[in-house]
């Protein structure tokens, strides 16, 4: 497969030849592999059939090299530089390929978590097992603790076993996406609450076969079910699936929400920018090519979306040469999440009254084509992963060093 020079994650830049290449390469690789008519088919499926179409999907991304370019070259089809990357997630978005909605969470939180935070045994045994098509959900927020993830109150007990130690959880989360076909977890516990709230968390795998821990779907108004609550009873977890320290969870979370927050939205912002062309396929199918307020709306959303690429651009070239910078990810986060809503608002106009109403769909994703179920989606990655609000206190407090936020308002 081409490829260029790198440091082991894709640092070097590739000239225009080699990309050029690439992107041949892989058209050509899209013509023979990429799922057809699976706009129609994921609409008639059940969710069982829905997860199982994904998984295809990803073993033919894995087997073709495809799958996994942001992680190092030692794995395949890994060590990509930045600008390989940009051309596979375009040329992806480009061939209309659906997205790897049940695989996203493993190949980014998951790999990441374990390759700045694991432990070699922990990498060796889940690294590989994740390309076999394993799967990864979240066990972060709770009801009582979202944007402010720091109040979780999942109670995590470490108690001795004949076999070794296990750590013993009982609680609740929400929120946890597809965690009804997730193998394992990535799991936040409160061990100690003697100090301040970041301090006594503990980050630990799951399996989710664990006896005590039940899965139940949440029924989202469009008809999905792609979040999920979990509770944990009595749960035991072996002490060897701790990540980092006991009681010192809290930073090894943050590699994890870097990740989401930053890392996953590079592939997403330039998803969504081989998917402007599914907006100019609407203007032509419309008659709008004159029509100069729609052409204004569209240059707009297209300048949108190209900065939301390099402000991603940004964020991923900081992450490699290791000055990323607290604030980095939150920027990143709250651009991609206001282009999807202008992005998906433009398609909603465009599709006129027979997109105004939204049958029972499997997920909801900018790629859909659902426009309707698109946009009221977009709204929920103004949340997810850390609500705009939060993003903006980050950048203010961290970034800028203005004063923090006062605990107690006083009305």
Partial sequence: MAGGHS???????????????LRQELRGWLDANAPKGWRQAYAGMSHAEFAQAQRDWFAKLVEGGYAIPHWPKEWPGGGRSLAEQKVIYEELAAADC??????????????????????DEQKARYLPAILKGETWCQGFSEPG????????????????????????????????TMAQYADKCLLLVRTDNSGVKQAGITFLLMDMNSPGVTVRPINQIQGDQEFCEMFLDNVEIPASELVGEEGKGWAVAQATLSSERGLTLMELSYGMRGALSRIAGLIRQNGLEGDAGILRDFGELIIQVDAACAIADQFLTNRMTGVEGLGDASIVKNCYSRALRAYSLLGLRLGGMAEQYVAPITYGDLNTGNWMADFMNSYAWTIAGG????????????MLDMPREPKNWVL
């Fill in 7 to 21: 440091n082991g994650y894709g640092l070097a830049m590739n000239d225009t030849a080699t990309l050029e290449g």
């Fill in 145 to 176: 603790a979202g944007s402010d993830l720091a109040s979780l109150k999942c109670k995590g007990e470490r108690v001795s076993r004949p076999g070794g130690d296990v750590y013993v959880v009982n609680g609740q989360k929400v929120w946890s």
């Fill in 387 to 398: 609500s705009e609000e939060v993003q903006r206190n980050i950048i203010a407090e961290r």
């Fill in 98 to 119: 659906p997205r790897l909605l049940l695989s996203f969470l493993s190949t980014y939180h998951a790999a990441s978590t374990l390759f700045e935070c694991g432990n």
